[in-house]
């Protein structure tokens, strides 16, 4: 595993270094560099340095540029406008760079974090005993995205699904189950996802019609809410069959997403149960929390109602039961005390940024997060229909997210084979194929948009050839794969000496910026970043097919081989790019 600098970092580093030599007075000195389309790279610190140090732009610049290097990495550097540097790198340091990231395997030369730490991300949490709807879609894709991206840069990530498995909605569930037992069983497959929730749909709707109708009925399930609180074992055996049958159908409908779900990292809010009294305890004896009319509350200066009084954040109800903070907040000391964790991950819905904000600024308050232990929600925004309103059915109710996955793939199958014969794909192939499209297509139109921002699901759009959509980029994959099949005894090598086409330049230039790009979206948790390289670099691709022959019987035998280089770099590139937005990438397509 060899971590290799980038090009911008190299000369960044020479830049700097310059400055300081020409410029002892001047101290440390950013050179302020960006990619330019005037050149390579342009250096901007110049001009803010002169003023700082009352000298003219230009000469600086001048005096900056007699200070670097003689070496390999830079071709042509020009003072421009105002003390601007202009600069061109050498063919020769790119080709050479690119060789090193490929010899790198899977890591394609991106560095590890130099200080790893450990990060909970909280993500993907159905409820219990109800259907996966569209708005499970971005908290599932979204977090599967921000563990891959983290785990690469060496991170530590636990996973938790903190689901919905605990309240008063059980008691009528379970007392419903007592009384008609065979009432979860289905027919076949016990591990099928359909058959799973059918019989949770049966029992929720018989049980609801029971509860709204039945006074007798409706005092059973209160007081099996009171057994289940008290941790009676037959209550809990039976609220296990609902959590058992949730969860082979979470698992099928996760499976359809391409995603991985392990039982170790279902911790829903059951698991925080025995610590609830502890934490509430400790909250009133530290002062954090207060008793207001019987409840205990958590008040906060910035948070008031539309009446100007406090909305507090309720830990403990009036009537003895535990609120969603008192669970959210226990959770926080798990994860920090027990797990160790530096950073607290939650890609949450924003509808809920207040009570997380609310919820954080308590744990700070109690100590549970610090300068070192902190928490972020990665807040995002809602899946829209075309119309821009929430997504919903016909009869407005809310898309069942397996009716959207399962439409996703149809439509991406019928892409897939409107191809298949042209690229003569089998039945089987064309199968795979169009759910690795499908799922990928819903992935990436949410992936590819801020998480904040609201998107609309538009599936016309998504399994689109043109355009930012994953279907580009994997047919940009597979057409790569399609060469380097039909290259015959050309096989792929870097030969610096060459002088580079200007697409050959710009593709070369974008493949070195992988590492960069990864390091930015795991800072800042934003996938979208990801996404927006991976099509510019397919882009970049597509210009290089244009204008640059890669098999051709009239090119030397090393331009074929480093065309051959660059393409094969290209494609192992998407390749992981995508895997980290869990996205597969079809050989052929």
Same mark, same amino acid.
């Given at each position: 595993m060899a971590s290799v600098p980038s090009l911008a970092s190299t000369l960044q580093q020479q830049l700097a270094d310059a400055l300081t030599a020409a410029l002892p007075d001047a101290g440390t000195a950013d050179p302020l560099l960006r990619r330019s389309d005037r050149a390579d790279f342009q250096a901007n610190g110049i001009l803010a340095l002169a003023k700082k140090l009352k000298g003219n732009p230009r000469e600086l610049a001048s005096q900056v540029t007699a200070a670097l290097p003689a070496g390999e990495l830079i071709k042509d550097i020009e003072?421009?406008?105002?003390?601007?540097l202009n600069i061109t790198l050498t063919d020769r340091a790119i080709v050479e760079t690119l060789a090193a990231r490929a010899a790198d395997g899977d890591r394609l030369g991106v560095p590890l974090k130099a200080a790893p730490g450990t990060t909970v991300v909280d993500y993907a949490q159905p409820n219990v005993a109800k259907e996966m709807h569209v708005g499970h879609l971005r908290s599932a894709v979204i977090g599967d995205a921000v563990v891959q991206i983290l785990e690469f840069t060496g991170e530590s990530v636990v996973r938790r699904h903190h689901i919905g498995d605990w309240g008063t909605q059980f008691g009528m569930l379970i007392q419903y189950l007592f009384e008609h037992p065979d009432e979860l069983r289905h027919e076949g497959d016990q591990a099928d996802g359909e058959a799973a929730m059918s019989s949770l749909n049966r029992v929720y709707k018989a049980s609801r019609v029971l509860f709204d109708s039945d006074e007798e009925f409706k005092a059973r399930s209160r007081d099996r809410v009171v057994a289940l609180q008290a941790g009676d074992p037959e209550t809990l055996a039976h609220w296990q069959r609902f959590v058992d049958e949730s969860k082979i159908y979470f698992y099928s409908v996760f499976?359809?997403?391409d995603m991985e779900i392990d039982d170790p990292d279902i911790v829903g809010e059951s698991g925080y149960n025995d610590m609830l009294e502890e934490t509430c305890r400790i909250l009133e004896e530290t002062g954090v929390a207060v008793r207001s009319e019987g409840a205990l509350c958590v008040f906060f200066d910035d948070v008031k109602g539309p009446d100007g009084n406090p909305v507090p954040l309720i830990v403990k109800k009036t009537n003895g039961g535990y609120g969603y903070a008192a669970t959210d907040l226990s959770a926080i000391r798990d994860r920090v005390q027990n797990l160790k964790a530096d950073t607290l991950l939650y890609v949450v819905d924003a509808r809920q940024s207040l009570h997380f904000k609310m919820v954080f600024e308590t744990a700070r308050r109690a100590g549970w997060l610090n300068e070192d232990v902190t928490a972020h929600q990665l807040a995002f925004g809602t899946v829209l229909g075309k119309d821009g309103k929430p997504f919903k059915t016909r009869e407005g109710t809310t898309v069942r997210l397996e009716d959207l996955l399962d439409e996703a793939v149809e439509r991406a199958t019928a892409v897939v084979r409107e191809k298949a014969e042209k690229v003569g794909l089998s039945e089987e192939e064309?199968?795979?194929?169009?759910?690795?499209? !499908?799922?990928?297509?819903?992935?990436y139109a949410d992936l590819s948009t801020s998480a904040v921002r609201d998107y609309k699901f538009d599936l016309d759009q998504m399994v689109s050839l043109n355009g930012d959509t994953s279907v580009y980029l994997q047919y940009a994959y597979a057409r790569i794969r399609s060469i380097l099949r039909k290259a015959g005894d050309a096989k792929p090598a870097a030969h610096p000496e060459l002088d580079l086409a200007p697409a050959e330049r710009a593709l070369g230039l974008h493949l070195d910026q992988f590492g960069a790009v990864l390091e930015e979206?795991?800072?800042?948790?934003e996938p979208h970043k990801l996404a927006a390289y991976l099509y510019q670099l397919a882009s970049h691709l597509t210009t290089f097919y244009?204008?640059?022959q890669v098999l051709s019987d009239e090119n030397p035998a090393e331009v074929v081989e480093n065309r051959l280089f660059l393409v094969e770099l290209t494609a192992r590139t998407l390749h992981? !790019?995508?895997k980290l937005l869990g996205i597969r990438t079809p050989e052929r397509l």
């Open positions: 003072v421009s406008g105002p003390g601007f499976d359809k997403l064309i199968v795979e194929n169009g759910r690795y499209v !499908g799922v990928g297509a819903v992935k979206v795991a800072e800042g948790y244009d204008q640059c992981q !790019g995508m």
